[in-house]
């Protein structure tokens, strides 16, 4: 049998279609071994048990141990090399920190969604949100701006805070529950610093080192329950999906009876 040329072929005729022969077929690739771009082709990654909370907890207690001390006991002395050194610490531990934590948190529930527990996402909002404030707060100390503008700031990061009391408390997570509302308090001082309320800062820097023990405490707690398996009242596993909060213990259980019988 004699095969087909051009010459044979009408001249408006297509040319034969080529058969690619030898290439593996793969769910990422069409039959010329091209990558596909349909709807069918997706990528799948692993859980993380891992995201990142202790860099974050840890970033902002460190900030909030160096600045407390000031406020409260005047030590270091406010001047200007020591509000640049406050200002360039600011930037960097509490502000890249968070900063980090909250965009790898927000790619990893958005692009990759290698995080599923949905308070992760409240973590995302308030480490980023927290991040990027820091980096003003740090450049304005270094700077020496006026920070009476920082009042509107204070009310809007008071929201945040209850956003995310309300979320953490909300799935049993208290010890993180209990860090927003240490954080709500140091906006609700700040306010009234940044008025002028003179005994407002010493509160100020009072709660900030409360709340960075404490801080201390969840990076400590996280570290330690994620490497060692140990079961330090802090919640840090990944959680599929829609699962449901959890439940209150016995105890929680028990109170709630005795004040409804109370009642």
């Given at each position: 049998?004699?095969?087909?040329?051009?010459?044979?072929?009408?001249?408006?005729?297509?040319?034969?279609?080529?058969?690619?022969?030898?290439?593996?077929?793969?769910?990422?690739?069409?039959?010329?071994?091209?990558?596909?771009?349909?709807?069918?082709?997706?990528?799948?990654?692993?859980?993380?048990?891992?995201?990142?909370?202790?860099?974050?907890?840890?970033?902002?207690?460190?900030?909030?141990?160096?600045?407390?001390?000031?406020?409260?006991?005047?030590?270091?002395?406010?001047?200007?090399?020591?509000?640049?050194?406050?200002?360039?610490?600011?930037?960097?531990?509490?502000?890249?920190?968070?900063?980090?934590?909250?965009?790898?948190?927000?790619?990893?529930?958005?692009?990759?969604?290698?995080?599923?527990?949905?308070?992760?996402?409240?973590?995302?909002?308030?480490?980023?949100?927290?991040?990027?404030?820091?980096?003003?707060?740090?450049?304005?100390?270094?700077?020496?701006?006026?920070?009476?503008?920082?009042?509107?700031?204070?009310?809007?990061?008071?929201?945040?805070?209850?956003?995310?009391?309300?979320?953490?408390?909300?799935?049993?997570?208290?010890?993180?529950?209990?860090?927003?509302?240490?954080?709500?308090?140091?906006?609700?001082?700040?306010?009234?610093?940044?008025?002028?309320?003179?005994?407002?800062e010493r509160v100020l820097g009072?709660?900030?080192?409360?709340?960075?023990?404490?801080?201390?405490?969840?990076?400590?707690?996280?570290?330690?329950?994620?490497?060692?398996?140990?079961?330090?009242?802090?919640?840090?596993?990944?959680?599929?999906?829609?699962?449901?909060?959890?439940?209150?213990?016995?105890?929680?259980?028990?109170?709630?009876?005795?004040?409804?019988?109370?009642?």
């Amino acid at each position: 049998m004699r095969t087909s040329t051009a010459r044979d072929r009408p001249r408006h005729a297509p040319p034969p279609r080529r058969r690619y022969v030898g290439l593996p077929r793969r769910p990422w690739a069409n039959a010329a071994g091209r990558l596909r771009t349909d709807s069918r082709c997706g990528v799948n990654f692993t859980v993380s048990a891992f995201p990142p909370l202790a860099l974050g907890y840890f970033g902002l207690g460190t900030g909030y141990l160096m600045w407390g001390p000031q406020e409260l006991l005047g030590w270091p002395k406010r001047g200007e090399r020591a509000d640049r050194a406050l200002g360039v610490w600011g930037i960097w531990l509490p502000g890249f920190c968070q900063f980090i934590s909250g965009i790898v948190l927000i790619i990893g529930l958005t692009w990759f969604q290698v995080f599923k527990a949905p308070p992760e996402y409240m973590a995302a909002l308030a480490f980023s949100a927290y991040g990027i404030h820091w980096f003003a707060l740090g450049w304005n100390r270094c700077q020496g701006n006026d920070h009476r503008p920082n009042a509107g700031m204070t009310i809007a990061y008071m929201l945040i805070s209850a956003m995310g009391a309300t979320v953490f408390f909300a799935v049993g997570d208290w010890p993180v529950g209990v860090l927003f509302v240490g954080l709500f308090a140091v906006y609700f001082c700040h306010f009234f610093t940044t008025i002028g309320v003179g005994v407002a800062e010493r509160v100020l820097g009072l709660v900030r080192i409360l709340t960075g023990a404490w801080l201390m405490y969840l990076t400590y707690a996280v570290v330690v329950n994620l490497r060692l398996g140990y079961h330090w009242p802090v919640r840090h596993e990944p959680v599929a999906a829609g699962e449901r909060p959890r439940q209150p213990t016995r105890r929680v259980l028990r109170a709630v009876k005795r004040i409804r019988l109370r009642q």
